[in-house]
């Protein structure tokens, strides 16, 4: 979104939300039940989907993929094995990238039973639960058996993410504690930070992980965070800090060098004493790249720029906000955006759809919409259709 028209959008999202059924938005169930469905369109216009079904403690990883928006899927295909993800909490389950040969990669927070185990916690003298990432076999016959991509940190709680490129570069990301560092002053959350593995290969291998900032902001245990690689290359990175316990605000991170370093800077303050559970996510449109939260209930984004120096002020979606949770953002050529999130959805608790669309220059249009049946431990996935209008998937 082009910066000059998100100036004045504050003052026009006080206007009332009236939900309306829109032609141009058509929420779609996730296919066989599934829920957490992840979704990326590559450039040749598949749509790769992964969702999650069965104990949510100890569950399975679907793939599968669509010629055809969504109306129709390819057979499935088994991501994970013997119940190796979980999806309690709702921000712990896959995470989708596709990279330029069209080829997915996914990351998920191991379960307690997954296999391989993650480091010893030294907290508790017992391995930990795995960061763990499979991809597509090169013949693309199945998945490959999954690793765990953790080694030098413990104590993995929130969810994780990846991301990957056109150039054989995938990052996993996710927030944790160094082995190192355990024995140190620090205390409960102020310990935690973002850890990133990079691969070189195409997820052949993976780099031994890194801090990927040392700014001792800590991390929000259970709270997800949002890994994104922009057209130019640049490697964008959301999660929510834990400093002093109550400081539970967001901070962006970029990479202009394929993920060797990182620099950080505050999106938007909120002081809590307590985790709430949250997820990001990002977008980019012909205009800029996008980011999404939550804060306080209400749902918000801004644009933020693959330059790490600028971004517009954090706007709020239309109405009151309160129990508004996991946005999603998907932007068309023409610069329209769709923000999607959840309503009433909390712990056990199933709940509402809701999105609108902004146009180019930021301005609320009439495109609008409500729809109940979010499962459990459920959010949503939006994408664009051939023909620029959106569908979701929840």
């Known amino acids: 979104m082009a910066g000059a028209g998100l100036a004045g959008l504050i003052p026009r999202f006080a206007s009332a939300f009236q939900p309306t059924n829109s032609d141009r938005v058509k929420p779609v169930r996730v296919p066989e039940g599934g829920i957490q469905p992840q979704v990326v369109r590559d450039e040749a216009g598949t749509l790769h989907l992964v969702y999650y079904t069965g104990d949510p403690r100890a569950g399975s990883l679907f793939y599968t993929r669509s010629k055809d928006n969504g109306a129709t899927f390819a057979p499935h295909m088994p991501v994970n094995h013997s119940g190796s993800a979980i999806a309690a909490g709702t921000i712990r389950g896959a995470q989708l990238a596709v990279d330029g040969n069209h080829r997915p990669h996914v990351a998920w927070n191991g379960s307690p039973g997954a296999q391989p185990r993650g480091p010893i916690n030294p907290d508790s003298g017992k391995p930990g639960e795995p960061m763990l990432y499979s991809r597509l076999k090169d013949d693309g016959s199945g998945f490959e058996a999954e690793r765990n991509v953790m080694g030098a940190s413990f104590g993995l709680d929130g969810g994780g993410s990846l ?92 990479s202009a060098d394929q993920g060797a370093s990182f620099t950080g800077r505050l999106l938007h303050k909120w002081d809590i004493n307590a985790c709430p559970m949250s997820s990001m996510d990002f977008s980019e449109g012909p205009d800029g790249v996008i980011a999404a939260w939550e804060t306080g209930g209400q749902i918000y984004w801004a644009e933020v720029s693959g330059k790490g120096g600028h971004s517009t002020e954090p706007a709020g979606a239309p109405g009151d906000g309160k129990g508004r949770k996991h946005p999603r953002v998907a932007i068309n050529s023409r610069g329209e955006l769709l923000l999607v999130w959840t309503e009433g959805t909390a712990w056990q608790r199933g709940g509402s759809l809701a999105w609108q669309v902004y146009d180019r220059s930021g301005k609320v249009t009439n495109d609008s919409g409500t729809v109940p049946g979010v499962p459990v431990w459920s959010f949503a996935a939006p994408f664009v259709n051939r023909n620029e209008t959106f569908s979701i998937l929840y």
């Open 163 to 254: 991301t990957a490129d056109g150039r054989g570069n995938v990052h996993v990301l996710w927030h944790g504690i160094g082995v190192k560092e355990a024995a140190g002053p620090a205390k409960g959350e102020a310990r935690r930070q973002v850890w990133t593995a990079t691969s070189h290969d195409h997820g052949k291998t993976f780099s031994t992980e890194s801090k990927a900032w040392t700014k001792p902001t800590g991390a929000c245990g259970c709270c997800g965070m949002k890994a994104f690689t922009t057209r130019k290359g640049d490697v964008l990175a959301m999660y929510r800090s834990a400093t002093e316990e109550i400081h539970r605000d967001i901070y962006l991170l970029h």
